[in-house]
């Protein structure tokens, strides 16, 4: 098992800058990717940004792009989401993932195939 914890949510004004962390403990040595996924009210959960843990190689939802970037420290078994230019938009509950499995191309952006979920943190962007 892989337990999840997220931090870093919270009340930014559009234009403005969070960093959100997600820890992982247990048995963090089967973690393939990890991810982060958001849950706005009344829609589907989507992607947001993963990181493949052997060669950092990562990956970003278009919408995101140039904005968020994902990062890990391996030291401390977290992953960071560095999110700026905040829009209305991005306002939701994020979520952090972690999956052991070997994906390709566009498996990694489908929730599904994450065994592992944080308990979620709160964006909220001000127009």
């Known amino acids: 098992q892989v337990q999840l914890v997220e931090s870093g949510g919270g009340l930014v004004q559009a234009g403005g800058s969070l960093r959100l962390s997600c820890a992982a403990s247990g048995r963090t040595f089967s973690i393939y990717t990890m991810g982060w996924f958001r849950q706005a009210p009344g829609k589907e959960r989507e992607f947001v940004a993963a990181i493949r843990w052997s060669d950092v190689s990562t990956y970003y939802a278009d919408s995101v792009k140039g904005r968020f970037t994902i990062s890990r420290d391996n030291a401390k078994n977290t992953v960071y989401l560095r999110m700026n230019s905040l829009k209305p938009e991005d306002t939701a509950v994020y979520y952090c993932?972690?999956?052991?499995?070997?994906?390709?191309?566009?498996?990694?952006?489908?929730?599904?195939?994450?065994?592992?979920w944080g308990q979620g943190t709160q964006v909220t962007v001000s127009s």
């Open positions: 993932a972690a999956s052991p499995r070997i994906m390709i191309g566009t498996m990694r952006f489908a929730p599904n195939m994450y065994d592992y």
